[in-house]
T-cell receptor, first 115, second 114 residues
Framework: AQKVTQAQTEISVVEKEDVTLDCVYE???????LFWYKQPPSGELVFLIR??????QNEISGRYSWNFQKSTSSFNFTITASQVVDSAVYFC????????????FGTGTRLQVTL | DGGITQSPKYLFRKEGQNVTLSCEQN?????MYWYRQDPGQGLRLIYY???????QKGDIAEGYSVSREKKESFPLTVTSAQKNPTAFYLC?????????????FGNGTRLTVT
C-alpha cells in the first residue's frame, strides 16, 4: 500500500533562513510520481512540482529546490532564504501507475516564517 | 480564467440535515475528485469520477454521495449518516486520469455541523 510520511508537523523559522521539509514515501510500484503542493491560508492547494520515479535529478526553481533519493525513498523540499510569503502548509503526495486515480497525501507540514 | 469554483466558502448546518457542496470546473478536465481535510490528517479521498455518469468510492465514502451528470459539475452531498461531517472539503480535477497529472484544486468549503 502506498503511504506518504511528513514527520515535521510544524516548523518555525526567521525570514532569510533556509528550511527543508522532509517527505518519505512507501510504494511497491516501480513507476510512480511524487508531488509537492502549497496550501496558503486561503485554502486552495497550489501545485509546485512533480517528479517521476525514473528521474532522480534534483531540481531548482528560484528559491525552491527538491532532492529526490530513491535509495532512501525521500523527496525533500528546501526553501532558501525564506520569506514571510512562504508561510503555508506544504503537502507531499504520491501517485502510483497502478492506481491512476488515487493521489495519496502526507499529513502536511505547517511552515511559519516570521520577521 | 479557467479554474475550479467551490461554493459556498463557509456552510453551517444542524445535525441530521443533508447538505450539498457545489464544485464546478471550466478546465475541460475529465476527472474530478473530492477530498476531506482534517487537522493533522492531511487530505483523504472521498469520491472520484473519471467520466460523466460514473464515479467510484475513495477511502472514506461512507456518509457521502455524489453525482456526475455534467462534465463541469461534481456536487458532493454530506448525509446525516456521516458521523463527523465538520471539516474542510476540497474539490479537484485533472486532465484525463493519468497518474502523472497534477490535480487542480478549488478554494474549498468549510462545513460546520452543530
Amino acid at each position: 500500500a502506498q503511504k506518504v510520511t511528513q514527520a515535521q508537523t510544524e516548523i518555525s523559522v526567521v525570514e532569510k533562513e533556509d528550511v527543508t521539509l522532509d517527505c518519505v514515501y512507501e510504494t511497491r510500484d516501480t513507476t510512480y510520481y511524487l508531488f509537492w503542493y502549497k496550501q496558503p491560508p486561503s485554502g486552495e492547494l497550489v501545485f509546485l512540482i512533480r517528479r517521476n520515479s525514473f528521474d532522480e535529478q534534483n531540481e531548482i526553481s528560484g528559491r525552491y529546490s527538491w532532492n529526490f533519493q530513491k535509495s532512501t525513498s525521500s523527496f525533500n523540499f528546501t526553501i532558501t532564504a525564506s520569506q514571510v510569503v512562504d508561510s503555508a502548509v506544504y503537502f507531499c503526495a504520491l501517485s502510483e501507475a497502478g492506481t491512476a486515480s488515487k493521489l495519496t497525501f502526507g499529513t502536511g507540514t505547517r511552515l511559519q516564517v516570521t520577521l | 480564467d479557467g479554474g475550479i469554483t467551490q461554493s459556498p466558502k463557509y456552510l453551517f448546518r444542524k445535525e441530521g440535515q443533508n447538505v450539498t457542496l457545489s464544485c464546478e470546473q471550466n478546465l475541460n478536465h475529465d476527472a474530478m475528485y473530492w477530498y476531506r481535510q482534517d487537522p493533522g490528517q492531511g487530505l483523504r479521498l472521498i469520491y472520484y469520477s473519471q467520466i460523466v455518469n460514473d464515479f467510484q468510492k475513495g477511502d472514506i465514502a461512507e456518509g457521502y454521495s455524489v453525482s456526475r451528470e455534467k462534465k463541469e459539475s461534481f456536487p458532493l452531498t454530506v448525509t446525516s449518516a456521516q458521523k463527523n461531517p465538520t471539516a474542510f472539503y476540497l474539490c479537484a480535477s485533472r486532465q484525463g486520469d493519468n497518474y502523472n497529472s497534477p490535480l487542480h484544486f478549488g478554494n474549498g468549503t468549510r462545513l460546520t455541523v452543530t
